[in-house]
């Protein structure tokens, strides 16, 4: 069972930047991929990004260029450093993976306000 811890949520004027980061319970390169999701209000969960164990990242379109998936595997740490946030990025942010199996695995999630 892969367990996944975020941190670093909060409230952020548009514009300004934030990171999160996501603590995984074993080897970051025993899993396939790992990623980010977020949810608003009403709308399913989405992809925002995601990196594989080989090192492919995969972006939204509505993130891309602002947003960079990275990851620490001496920490098992998975980072999404969020540049020039807008209102529209305000969400729950879930980290995600995903492991050899095919299993799939979320953290609680933390919640992310771009307002001025």
């Known amino acids: 069972q892969v367990q996944l811890v975020e941190s670093g949520g909060g409230l952020v004027q548009p514009g300004k930047s934030l990171r999160l980061s996501c603590v995984v319970s074993?080897?970051?390169?025993?899993?396939?991929?790992t990623g980010w999701y977020r949810r608003t209000p009403g709308k399913q969960r989405e992809l925002v990004a995601s990196?594989?164990?080989?090192?492919?990242?995969d972006y939204s379109d509505s993130v891309a260029g602002r947003f960079i998936i990275s990851r620490d595997n001496a920490k098992n740490t998975v980072y999404l450093q969020m540049n020039s946030l807008k209102p529209e990025d305000t969400a729950v942010y879930f980290c995600n993976a995903i492991d050899a199996r095919g299993g799939v695995y979320w953290g609680q999630g933390t919640q992310v306000t771009v307002s001025s």
């Open positions: 074993q080897s970051i390169d025993s899993l396939y991929s």
């Open positions: 990196i594989t164990n080989g090192g492919s990242t």
